[in-house]
């Protein structure tokens, strides 16, 4: 199987180490603005597995032509978000897959295009919501599906970083959509993944340059929050979260899974050794060979996301407005 790769930044460099671990898959051309230095990709807040440019691989200084190629069956597109919808819908018109960088796109009217075009195609369009093949996570829903919803006390997912120094793009509103949208939008898809679509909703900001504290009200009571997004520079990544059901409290807090019961006792759980982005990738090319929807990661719930990150980021700037999030 034939990939090219639209993009040769921050998470670029990351999904080419994963496809090139993939047996049968071979990437054949990158596009990127600059031919890539020999060492590597630019590099972002998080220590991803990457390595540079082979020799073996086509640089092509625009996407177009790596689309238009017949020889290649998928594109992985890791270009800016205001890229998505025009790069998604050329490359389904040229008869490939798609793998696109979450999130799907900058406005619902553009997830709604991109959606659309993925049926009349036939082919397999799928969002990078990593955080979906991140174990803890993974743990974190069975825990929510065993335990019960009836059971659900709160559940609380932070994410934040520095602002970013790297991808000028990323500073851009208009080109990335702030930290709600480039980065919240994982835990906020994660809560639709984990509880669906909340009765309503208000976000507020919780501190200076991008961020928020997202409230989610669902009709049985369960309230879920969402805070975090781009502070000051010097900032460190961060993630984790805090899910509470009956007597059992689940936290995900500096790399540290484990469990709280009642009596006070602590309980680790192990992480196993993984790479989330192998898993989302290979999981794609799977869905590929086998012409099938992506189960695991469905696009219309990556669009939920979009549109839940659009009304929040308005809420909070509209000083924590509440909203009904109609069906």
């Known amino acids: 199987m034939k990939v090219g790769l639209l993009g040769y930044g921050f998470m670029g460099g990351a999904h080419l180490a994963a496809l090139q671990r993939i047996e049968g898959v071979e990437v054949t051309a990158v596009s990127s603005r600059r031919r890539p230095s020999a060492d590597g990709p630019a590099r972002g807040n998080l220590d991803l597995k990457s390595g540079p440019l082979p020799e073996t691989v086509a640089w092509h200084s625009d996407w177009h032509s790596i689309v238009s190629d017949p020889a290649i069956d998928a594109v992985d597109v890791c270009l800016p978000t205001d890229m998505h919808r025009e790069v998604v819908l050329a490359a389904l018109a040229a008869g490939k897959h798609v793998l696109c960088e979450k999130p799907m796109a900058l406005t619902v009217e553009d997830c709604v295009e991109m959606q659309a075009a993925a049926k009349t195609s036939g082919r397999v369009f799928m969002v990078g919501q990593v955080v979906r093949f991140m174990w803890p996570y993974r743990y974190a829903a069975k825990f929510v599906q065993e335990a019960g919803r009836s059971k659900m006390k709160q559940c609380v997912l932070r994410r934040s970083a520095g602002f970013p120094q790297w991808g000028g793009w990323l500073t851009d509103q208009k080109r990335s959509g702030g930290a709600i949208l480039d980065m919240l939008s994982h835990d906020l898809d994660y809560a639709l993944h984990l509880f669906g679509r909340p009765q309503s909703f208000f976000a507020e900001s919780i501190g200076p340059v991008d961020t928020m504290q997202g409230v ?112």
């Open 216 to 327: 989610l009200r669902y009709e049985d009571g369960l309230v879920v929050k969402v805070e975090g997004g781009w502070v000051a520079s010097e900032s460190p990544f961060s993630a984790g979260f805090e899910v509470e059901a009956g007597d059992d409290l689940l936290t995900f807090q500096e790399n540290v899974l484990s469990r709280k019961r009642s009596d006070g006792e602590v309980f680790p759980v192990d992480i196993p050794e993984h790479d989330p982005y192998f898993e989302e990738v290979a999981y794609f090319i799977d869905c590929c060979r086998r012409n099938v929807s992506p189960a695991l990661c469905p696009p219309d719930e990556s669009a939920k996301a979009v549109e839940l990150s659009l009304q929040l980021m308005a809420s909070r700037d509209a000083g924590g407005k509440d909203v009904t999030w109609k069906a």
